[in-house]
């Protein structure tokens, strides 16, 4: 099957990584079925993926519902016949220690982002194995490498996706078209900072500097081209994989010390849940801006440094000068 | 709640549409026979007057089932091998048939070559002594033809149409624009389908199959669907030469029933592409069921 006519699913479509997603496949072609909690926000969404080409359904659903998450694949069957690439992105995020935030909130995370990646999983895969191949993709974090202070949930559901992923790629041995891809992106510039849950107090910001959702979706595209098992995505990702698997330790401890101050800005907030119950009426964009502001800073920076280097070049001729100045010029000359 | 159930209640808990369990064996074929009366347009055309019957000949798979059986109806010149992979998929689910169009296959082969109207005639009787309720009818590039003048003959013998690659389109309807496209058509069939349509044609014999298309040219689907009063499913693939986006959706819209489009598809989906097409009829049973019961 050609890019053309390729039928592709992406769950939690109607914001951050899973719009970059259904627009990149958008641009290629073919089918997509778009699913996420926000129905008008897809909608939106099919407009503008209609424009590029794509023959687009809409099918609003929770990822949380695994019977919902059936529909959906019987649905994309009986609309397009066929589904051949399966993009599980549906997640959330919350911020909190794991003693403090309530538990119906940690339980949310994990039920959203690792039962969210299973339901999507079992519900496609009957049809994988009847139509003898299709391609899963589902989108972990680095965090499913590492640990991270204040995001138990998270790490712990991303660790769950990684290893998930394996086991169906190891039960779908028999069927050769099957195959299974985790993409592992650090941090990314989307809505999620703003709309994790919060039990900090302190304002969630994100650490280094994010990549664009799009970097990520390509390699989620490049993933459906050519599967690999694992793709980091961006240098801070592939280097905190590899680090995380040569000295976990150090990683761990780097991670709680230096990161965790990068992660959360001077401003007090009140504790939220965010969107894990109910979808924000918000941010049903790609983006949040996060790398704008971090091109600004850099540029702030970058003056920054260039004024430094200047003062410094300026204040090293101004000692030579003055060290100069005190040997008897004439002298050096008329030798 | 109540624990009693009635038998019409055992589709409540089963959808058509579910994907085969692994390992499932696929139902094989068994003979069908049936006489049918010749048309009497038909036989007021040729010499040998009284008792003329046509004996169709074609394939059934299963025996009983809960769900309508299906009728899957082949293409110009071809026979039910050209739908069997399809059928039997929808086989693992209820009865299906496929009959061989009369003139086509190992049915008789009357002369002179019976127009669409007179195989739609003879089909309707088919339909009649084959099935008791009302049956899924799935004709696939000209058998749609056949199909739409049967559920208009005898609407009550059917529960729901699909016009699988329905042809021909208004725009394109003579020969030297359909010649080349269906050269275009040919290249987009695999090898497998190739060997049993140069069988199939053999057996016709290519005068027929000139002919049945000339009677196929004549033919005007885009008035005929609109008085359709069952259910209608328009399928087409991306990859289809004879069927246009525009056609498909104008036949849609005339007798204001669904449309699917397949991506990759091609035009003798039947064959090609049975995996795609058996999903999307059961999957269109289960919406028209959907649809009944949300409107009771």
């Known amino acids: 099957m050609g890019r053309r006519d390729r039928v592709v699913v992406v769950t939690g479509a109607s914001s951050g990584i899973g719009r970059a997603c259904a627009l990149r496949f958008a641009e290629a072609g073919g089918a997509l079925v778009v699913t996420a909690r926000r129905a008008d926000a897809l909608e939106e969404l099919a407009t503008e993926c209609r424009g590029r080409g794509a023959d687009v359904l809409v099918a609003p659903a929770d990822v949380t519902d695994a019977e919902a998450m059936d529909r959906v694949a019987a649905e994309t069957v009986a609309r397009f016949g066929r589904v051949d690439v399966w993009v599980n992105n549906a997640g959330v995020n919350m911020y909190g220690r794991t003693e403090e935030v309530p538990a119906r909130l940690w339980h949310r995370v994990v039920e959203t982002n690792l039962f969210g990646v299973y339901h999507g999983t079992r519900a496609v895969l009957p049809w994988f194995r009847e139509q003898g191949g299709g391609t899963l993709i589902n989108v972990s974090s680095v965090l499913g490498h590492t640990g991270f202070p204040q995001q138990s949930a998270y790490a712990a559901s991303k660790h769950g996706i990684r290893a998930l992923s394996d086991c169906v790629r190891q039960e779908s041995l028999d069927v050769k078209g099957i195959v299974v891809c985790t993409v592992l992106p650090g941090p990314v510039d989307t809505p999620l900072f703003r709309v994790a849950a919060n039990w900090t107090g302190r304002k969630v910001v994100p650490p280094g500097r994010p990549v664009s959702a799009d970097r990520v979706a390509a390699q989620v595209l490049r993933c459906a081209d050519h599967p690999r098992r694992e793709v980091p995505v961006g240098g801070a990702s592939r280097f905190g994989v590899l680090a995380a698997r040569i000295v976990p330790g150090m990683v761990e401890r780097a991670g709680a010390r230096v990161l965790s101050r990068q992660h959360f800005a001077d401003q007090p907030t009140a504790p939220s849940e965010g969107n894990l119950f109910e979808p924000p009426d918000f941010g049903a964009r790609v983006d949040d801006g996060w790398r704008a502001g971090s091109r600004r800073r850099s540029r702030l920076s970058r003056a920054l440094l260039v004024t430094g280097l200047l003062l410094g070049v300026a204040a090293v001729i101004a000692t030579a000068r003055a060290g100069v100045a005190g040997q008897p010029i004439v002298g050096r000359y008329a030798r | ?296």
Request: glycine share 10%.
């Open chain 2, 1 to 296: 709640m109540t624990a009693l159930t009635r038998p019409g209640e055992v589709r409540d808990l089963a959808h058509d549409l579910r994907p085969l369990p692994p390992g499932v064996e696929l139902p094989g074929p068994e003979e069908h026979t049936v006489a049918v009366p010749a048309p009497a347009a038909w036989r007021s055309r040729t010499d040998v007057h009284g008792s003329a019957s046509w004996r169709i000949r074609g394939l059934r798979w299963g025996t009983r089932s809960v769900r309508p059986p299906i009728v899957l109806v082949h293409g110009l010149g071809v026979a039910a091998r050209m739908v069997a992979p399809t059928a039997r998929r929808l086989a693992t689910g209820g009865l299906v048939f496929a009959p061989d169009l009369p003139g086509c296959g190992r049915s008789d082969k009357p002369r002179p070559v019976p127009t669409i109207p007179e195989l739609g005639e003879a089909l309707a009787a088919w339909l009649r002594a084959s099935t008791s309720g009302p049956a899924v009818l799935v004709g696939v590039s000209m058998g749609s033809q056949v199909v739409l003048d049967v559920a208009l003959r005898v609407p009550a013998a059917v529960h729901a149409v699909v016009l699988a690659s329905p042809i021909v389109e208004p725009a394109r309807r003579r020969w030297r624009s359909q010649l080349w496209r269906w050269q275009v058509e040919q290249a987009t069939q695999s090898l497998r389908l190739r060997a049993i349509q140069a069988g199939d044609y053999r057996r016709a014999g290519i005068g027929r199959v000139l002919r049945t298309f000339s009677s196929a040219l004549s033919e005007r689907p885009e008035e005929t669907v609109g008085r359709l009063r069952v259910p209608v499913l328009v399928c087409r693939g991306t990859r289809d030469p004879l069927v246009s986006d525009g056609w498909a959706r104008d036949l849609r819209a005339r007798c204001g029933g669904d449309l699917v489009t397949l991506p990759g598809v091609v035009h003798a989906m039947s064959h090609d592409n049975p995996v795609e097409l058996s999903r999307v009829v059961l999957g269109f049973l289960d919406r028209i069921e959907r649809r009944r019961r949300a409107g009771e």
